[in-house]
């Protein structure tokens, strides 16, 4: 059995937001940079950014800006349906893995979101063991983490 034989589950979250779902994914894909938790979880640290763009199409970036003029991507747009989802790579990983973002209308003034971050065979042991904006990487769960912190802060945004 090889390291890419190992099944590495995806990561999946669940929440549901106080808004319509094309406010939902306007926010979460316009203002990326007023509601994303930038500190700790971005390239860069919130002091240094910004911004945070999205070209919205497929092969399209996201991407953090920083004040001194560099950029980091975070991801490639693999899929664009607005506003019911989005799917792209994730970087920040080394080795790519992808998130996928689908939001799902329950009435007129709140939206089910789902992630789910996949594609964790792909890395090595010590890729998935990796401090990432917390510690432990995702062999400790620290991906878990950072993906209910981080939509958390959009639906505390949105609220």
Known sequence: MTDLDVVRPP??????????????FRVFVDRLAEWWPLDPFS???????????????????????????????????????PP??????????GTPTEVELRFAALD??????????????RLSPEELGEDCA????????????GWATILAALKEHLR
């Open 43 to 81: 390239v860069g640290g919130g002091a240094r950014i910004a911004s945070v763009s999205v070209d919205r199409r497929v092969g399209g970036t996201v991407t953090e800006h920083w004040h001194d003029g560099t950029s980091h991507d975070w991801g490639t747009l693999l899929a664009w349906d």
């Open 134 to 145: 917390l510690p432990g990487g995702y062999t400790g769960g620290a991906y878990s983490t």
């Open 108 to 121: 007129a003034a709140r939206t089910r979101v789902d992630l789910e971050h996949r594609g964790w065979e």
């Open 11 to 24: 990561i999946q979250r669940t929440i549901e937001v106080a808004a319509d779902r094309e406010r939902t």
């Open 84 to 93: 019911a989802g989005l799917t792209m790579t994730w970087n920040v990983t």
